[in-house]
């Protein structure tokens, strides 16, 4: 007998595009009928949309698989693709980022203007010996500086590895250690939650073991006090902004390492993703042109991802800038000075497409729809998701009250690993249903499998799978082709196992069910979290959940749920006793009693991620009455200590 999810969530509502929306898209139906046809054709076609030095002889060469190499024998430079080019065609006034401090000092920039700072960071990087192949760290807060030193990187060829600037000292030495990293890129510090926080104390500790390091240049940002190594240390406002604002991009190889980044770490010790250069750029730009819809002459696009992420590299510096896009990028949090920042941030800038991810979604439902409703957020034309299953209420949620309830939604389903959104609806062809990501993009073949690797019928779930290399791969893990080997590529002959549960609904639709580590064995049946939570999200007291299962006599696992309240519920004493037994019974009736949860908790946080994953298995801890796993890549450990002291209490 093969193995296979239980498939319980029944969600029936369907949105199509706006008619105005469709009429005028970028991408209509008859791109998937072309890349069905001749799936290399196709991508070929999209590499057409940037500027090669070199044409390629081959689109992908496959003959050693997995190790994939696209538009062989190509050149480009992507610094080139992102700037030089859109100066060239007269396009160098507009502007590329409207920058917002956390503190309200702001900064527009063009895009004649970031090619200079992009110049003039070249020059320096070069001053300080980093030639093309060497590793350059960049631990940086959300500033444009950030962009700048990844493109500066880009355009001579070294190969960056940012670190997100919410890590600590030994993550931070743990990746620069692992790419041998030449040269750090950091800042005194950056403004979080109404005030500075230093980043250089890190990187000082972080570098004293570290003796790759042969430079570190400091961005000036909060004009903290900082202690300064005169062998090592260069400030950048000496040494970038007096260089030579004029810089050949030299071509590189299609294949030439591009950047490493290391997965967000929700299920074990982050992996070292290697992404190259020609076929990176090609899908990032591709995707952020399809599934965004974007017009550079009259929108403004705003991701509110950290650059620190996947999601901050493709669709903040890469995918943008290569299409020409005017974009709004923020420093700061979103309840900082007050919890209607974002809203401000939409309205004073005319955002048209918002990025975000649903932990922000959920986050807003919980502090009330009061306060978007305070904003104009009429400039607002289309909204996206990544990083999470969305929940159908915060899919639903997000479109009512950002989206005015006309907004399509493009749920985006994609990886470090992937490089670029994978699985996704097109904006004006798909009619979307809250909480799938619906459909592989053109180009891209994604399948669900049963544990024998037999692709599952509509209606059945399993196991994610990607059937053919696309352009965007991860080449490898920085240093381990065995790694990369075991973990992709090894669960199922010949194809990309990705991690993830889904299914398919009786049309063929995709929905994504979580990890498959977090998948939970209840009698004999899988279940996934996603649908559990999502079951709980849609009661109205609650605004957020997170699922585990935890060994039970009976049952083999039983359902343990952590709930978070909205704002306006009352949780004391037989209120929460009552709130706890309707949620029992809610779930039991939306999934099935198989779902029932065995113990509901009401929480006030969840333990995220950095990137603000759920990380379940500290919950599993908890509920199995473990010590808690490697908590580094936590948001906040306190939150830990929160949830487990109101587990031991039985609360
Ligand atoms: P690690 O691999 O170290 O555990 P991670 O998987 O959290 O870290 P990322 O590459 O940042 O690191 O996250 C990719 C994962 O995020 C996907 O495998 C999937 O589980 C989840 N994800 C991203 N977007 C979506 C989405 N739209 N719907 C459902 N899940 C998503
Ligand atoms: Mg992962």
Request: one cysteine or more.
């Amino acid at each position: 007998m093969s193995e296979t999810l239980a498939n319980l969530l029944q969600e029936t509502r369907q949105f199509p595009p706006p008619a105005d929306l469709a009429s005028a898209a970028n991408v209509k139906a008859d791109a998937y009928d072309e890349a069905a046809e001749d799936r290399l054709a196709f991508w070929e076609r999209q590499a057409g949309r940037l500027d090669w030095a070199q044409q390629w002889d081959q689109v992908l060469d496959w003959t050693n698989p997995p190790f994939a190499k696209w538009f062989v024998g190509g050149k480009l430079n992507v610094a080139y693709n992102c700037l030089d080019r859109h100066v060239a065609a007269g396009n160098g006034d507009r502007v590329a980022i409207h920058w917002e401090g956390e503190p309200g000092d702001n900064r527009s920039i063009t895009y004649a203007e970031l090619l200079a700072l992009t110049s003039q960071a070249a020059n320096a990087l070069t001053d300080l010996g980093v030639t093309a192949g060497d590793r350059v760290a960049i631990y940086l807060p959300m500033i444009p500086e950030a962009a700048v030193a990844m493109l500066a990187c880009a355009r001579i060829g070294a190969t960056h590895s940012v670190v997100f600037g919410g890590f600590s000292a030994d993550a931070l030495t743990n990746r620069i250690q692992d790419a041998s990293a030449k040269v750090v890129i950091t800042a005194d510090g950056g403004f979080r939650r109404g005030k500075p926080s230093a980043l250089k104390p890190t990187v000082d500790e972080a570098v004293a073991k570290c003796p790759t390091i042969e430079h570190v240049l400091v961005v000036r940002r909060t004009g903290q006090e900082v202690a300064w190594d005169s062998e090592k240390d260069v400030w950048w406002h000496e040494a970038v902004e007096t260089a030579s604002a004029e810089h050949t991009a030299e071509a590189f190889d299609a294949e030439h390492p591009l950047f490493i980044l290391y997965t967000s770490g929700t299920t074990a010790k982050p992996k070292g993703i290697l992404h190259t250069t020609g076929g990176y750029l090609t899908q990032a730009a591709y995707t952020h042109h399809a599934v965004f819809d974007l017009k550079p002459e009259t929108d403004v696009y705003w991701c509110s991802a950290d650059i620190g992420w996947v999601t901050g590299h493709s669709y903040i510096v890469y995918g943008p800038l290569a299409n020409g896009a005017t974009q709004l990028m923020y420093e700061g949090t979103p309840d900082t000075p007050h919890k209607g920042r974002f809203w401000e941030l939409v309205q004073k800038h005319k955002v048209t497409i918002l990025y975000t991810a649903p932990t922000l979604i959920r986050t807003m439902m919980k502090w009330g729809d009061d306060i978007p409703k305070q904003y104009d957020l009429s400039s607002l034309r289309l909204l996206g998701s990544v990083g999470e299953p969305i929940n159908p209420e915060a899919w639903i949620w997000y479109r009512e009250n950002i989206g005015r309830g006309g907004c399509p939604i493009v749920d985006t389903w994609w990886q470090t690993e992937t490089g670029a959104i994978m699985i996704s609806p097109l904006p004006g062809v798909t009619a979307t249903k809250p909480g799938s990501a619906m459909r592989p993009l053109p180009g891209i073949s994604a399948d669900v499998v049963d544990d024998q690797a037999q692709s599952v019928p509509d209606g059945g779930g399993g196991f994610l799978v990607l059937r053919e290399p696309w352009p965007s791969m991860l080449r490898t893990i920085w240093g381990d082709d065995q790694r990369f080997i075991d973990t992709y590529w090894s669960r199922f002959d010949g194809l990309y196992f990705a991690g993830d549960g889904a299914k398919k609904d009786d049309d063929g639709d995709l929905w994504l069910l979580g990890r498959v580590d977090d998948v939970m064995l209840v009698s004999g049946h899988n279940i996934s979290t996603t649908e559990v939570e999502s079951a709980l999200v849609s009661h109205p007291s609650v605004a957020e959940a997170a699922v585990v299962g935890a060994t039970d006599p009976t049952t083999g696992q039983a359902i343990v749920a952590f709930t978070i309240p909205r704002g306006s519920v009352d949780t004391e004493g037989d209120a929460g006793e009552a709130l706890i037994a309707e949620l029992r019974e809610h779930v039991s009736k939306t999934l099935g009693p198989i779902a029932k949860p065995r113990q509901i908790m009401l929480v006030p946080e969840l333990p995220k991620t950095r990137s603000g994953k759920i990380m379940r298995r500290l919950l599993r801890d908890v509920a199995e009455n473990r010590s808690l796993g490697d908590v580094t890549t936590l948001q906040d450990s306190a939150v830990m200590d929160l949830i487990s002291s109101g587990m031991s209490s039985g609360k």
